[in-house]
């Protein structure tokens, strides 16, 4: 088989009633993949590209399921160390999760927690200059993952940067054995690998980027098993040079 199979079985991240205590435990085991597999280094390197390009201050970034929204945090801290001025909104549909983010976001006035729901963004469109989005497109189905893409584009201004874990043997394996091996948390130990075959493949996400009509949006991949889906602000791919993938491909002008 070439892919681990799809599973469309619920997460316990997204189940209501869980006991605070491990609820809490898989919160961190998230933060800690964001710290330890460079899920906020992926995040902030394309964020430092966009300021170059984007003049627009405060910059306005919205964070789309953002969990305990350390993302956004990360994303406050390495704003004020270079003297840029943003404005985070940090979104997830969970009050429990946003109820954790509280504390994450705790003397962070540029980080606003909202409410909502991906599939309808509470935004206008063309209202924000960037929108991300981590690892968060395997919590839904194909045609729900397509709707999310679609309010993603509609509300970035200049660009987005989505990324989630690609569908794949190898991402099955690490994840199992981190999970297992240096955790002892029982949601992590099963949302850990099934997070994996809930994902998509790298076929999947192009066909993710088409179901959802997005143009001029380019599908990449990154190490450590991720793809991302980037549109870039306005003439900024043509110049960019650094963060090459080992694949990529554009979808629409
Ligand atoms: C794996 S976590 C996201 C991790 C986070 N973005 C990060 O990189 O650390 C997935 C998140 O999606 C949120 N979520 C699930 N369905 C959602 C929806 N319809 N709208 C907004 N958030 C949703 C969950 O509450 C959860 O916090």
């Known amino acids: 088989m070439r892919y681990p199979p799809k599973s469309q079985a619920p997460e316990y991240l997204d189940a209501p009633d869980q006991d605070p205590v491990e609820f809490a435990g898989l919160l961190e085991a998230i933060r800690r993949t964001n710290r330890w597999y460079g899920g906020r280094t992926l995040i902030l390197g394309y964020l430092r590209r966009f300021a170059a390009v984007i003049p627009h201050r405060p910059l306005t970034i919205l964070d789309v399921a953002t969990a305990s929204a350390?993302?956004?945090?990360?994303?406050?801290?390495?704003?004020?160390?270079?003297?840029?001025?943003?404005?985070?909104?940090?979104?997830?549909?969970?009050?429990?999760?946003?109820?954790?983010?509280?504390?994450?976001?705790?003397?962070?006035?540029?980080?606003?927690?909202?409410?909502?729901?991906?599939?309808?963004?509470?935004?206008?469109?063309?209202?924000?200059?960037?929108?991300?989005?981590?690892l968060s497109l395997h919590h839904f189905s194909f045609d729900d993952a397509a709707?999310?893409?679609?309010?993603?584009?509609?509300?970035?201004?200049?660009?987005?940067?989505?990324?989630?874990?690609?569908?794949?043997?190898?991402?099955?394996?690490?994840?199992?054995?981190?999970?297992?091996?240096l955790s002892r948390n029982r949601l992590a130990r099963r949302d850990g690998p099934l997070s994996v075959r809930r994902s998509f493949t790298w076929p999947e996400y192009h066909d993710l980027v088409r179901?959802?009509?997005?143009?001029?949006?380019?599908?990449?991949?990154?190490?450590?098993m991720r793809a991302v889906l980037v549109r870039w602000p306005q003439g900024l791919h043509e110049h960019e040079t650094r963060m090459r993938p080992s694949g990529e491909a554009r979808y629409g002008r």
């Open 211 to 224: 179901a959802a009509g997005l143009r001029g949006v380019w599908v990449r991949r990154h190490r450590l």
């Open 70 to 134: 350390d993302i956004p945090a990360a994303i406050a801290a390495w704003a004020r160390k270079s003297g840029l001025p943003v404005r985070i909104a940090a979104l997830d549909i969970n009050l429990d999760i946003l109820a954790a983010a509280r504390e994450t976001v705790r003397g962070l006035p540029e980080v606003a927690l909202v409410r909502g729901n991906a599939i309808a963004l509470p935004f206008p469109d063309r209202s924000i200059d960037v929108v991300i989005c981590a």
């Open 147 to 181: 709707a999310v893409l679609r309010e993603i584009d509609r509300v970035a201004r200049s660009g987005f940067v989505v990324n989630d874990i690609l569908r794949s043997w190898t991402a099955y394996a690490g994840i199992l054995a981190d999970t297992w091996l």
